[in-house]
């Protein structure tokens, strides 16, 4: 579960935009319901300007049973918040903070590198700032890989 202490709630006070991470496991929803109430909190009080840009399921792996169940509860709940771009869980996404290296740096072909340019693409979609469709993806990747 997050720390939703001073810090995060300076941060959504002085946030435009939030976008909410979900690991794609169980204890993941625990926390995304406290994460939640704490927005509702800053909006009400604090920042009534705070949007949620969207909800983006992270560390997924679609051969495992919880992980397909975690996807269709937050899609099913959220709808429209849920970004369609899911990142996949990624060795390479591990590895290369450990390098001093985003992972656009270190190894922009990867899986996970792929996937956080094309969140990119679609953020900027969304807020009118590219002229990008949807079909146009940054690379294409294999769901193998």
Same mark, same amino acid.
């Given at each position: 579960s997050p720390s939703l202490g001073l810090v995060t709630v300076n941060a959504l006070t002085a946030a435009d935009s939030v976008i909410i991470p979900v690991q794609c496991e169980y204890f993941a929803l625990e926390g995304l319901g406290k994460l939640l109430n704490t927005i509702k909190i800053v909006q009400n009080l604090l920042n009534k300007d705070l949007e949620i840009e969207g909800m983006l399921l992270t560390m997924y792996d679609q051969r495992l049973r919880l992980a397909n169940q975690v996807v269709e509860e937050v899609k099913t709940h959220f709808?429209?918040?849920?970004?369609?771009?899911?990142?996949?869980r990624n060795t390479t996404l591990g590895e290369a903070p450990s390098h001093g290296e985003?992972?656009?740096?270190?190894? *922009?072909?990867?899986?996970? *590198?792929?996937?956080?340019?094309?969140? *990119?693409?679609?953020?900027?979609?969304?807020?009118?700032?590219?002229?990008?469709?949807?079909?146009?993806?940054?690379i294409q990747v294999e769901d193998g890989i």
């Amino acid at each position: 579960s997050p720390s939703l202490g001073l810090v995060t709630v300076n941060a959504l006070t002085a946030a435009d935009s939030v976008i909410i991470p979900v690991q794609c496991e169980y204890f993941a929803l625990e926390g995304l319901g406290k994460l939640l109430n704490t927005i509702k909190i800053v909006q009400n009080l604090l920042n009534k300007d705070l949007e949620i840009e969207g909800m983006l399921l992270t560390m997924y792996d679609q051969r495992l049973r919880l992980a397909n169940q975690v996807v269709e509860e937050v899609k099913t709940h959220f709808q429209q918040l849920v970004f369609n771009t899911i990142i996949f869980r990624n060795t390479t996404l591990g590895e290369a903070p450990s390098h001093g290296e985003s992972v656009i740096m270190f190894d *922009a072909s990867c899986k996970g *590198a792929v996937n956080y340019l094309n969140l *990119a693409r679609e953020i900027l979609q969304k807020n009118n700032m590219t002229r990008l469709t949807d079909e146009e993806k940054i690379i294409q990747v294999e769901d193998g890989i």
